[in-house]
Nanobody, 119 residues
Framework: QVQLVESGGGLVQAGGSLRLSCAAS????????MGWFRQAPGKEREFVAA????????YYTDSVKGRFTISRDNAKNTVSLQMNSLKPEDTAVYYC????????????WGQGTQVTVSS
């Protein structure tokens, strides 16, 4: 089992920045692919970014490329999402996820953290 806890959400004006963090406990964090999804009101949960367990290769959905950066610190068991140039359409609940064998779908999820971008 892996337990994930997100933090760092909040209210920010368009063009601003936020940094989300996800703290993991339980199994060996470095053995897991990690990533972020988000879910806006009335919409399905969508992929945002992922980082591999080996080499820390990163992947992003097109709408956040160049604005968001995912990173991991295996010594601290954390994965982060730096979000810059935020837009109102980035407003959503952001979820951290992890999987031992899948990169874009996860076995373990956090409870989510709300990000609201005002125009």
């Amino acid at each position: 089992q892996v337990q994930l806890v997100e933090s760092g959400g909040g209210l920010v004006q368009a063009g601003g920045s936020l940094r989300l963090s996800c703290a993991a406990s339980g199994r060996t964090f470095s053995e897991y692919h990690m990533g972020w999804f988000r879910q806006a009101p009335g919409k399905e949960r969508e992929f945002v970014a992922a980082i591999t367990k080996i080499n820390s290769n990163t992947y992003y959905t097109d709408s956040v490329k160049g604005r968001f950066t995912i990173s991991r610190d295996n010594a601290k068991n954390t994965v982060s999402l730096q979000m810059n140039s935020l837009k109102p359409e980035d407003t959503a609940v952001y979820y951290c996820g992890g999987s031992w064998w899948r990169l874009f779908d996860y076995d373990y999820w956090g409870q989510g953290t709300q990000v609201t971008v005002s125009s």
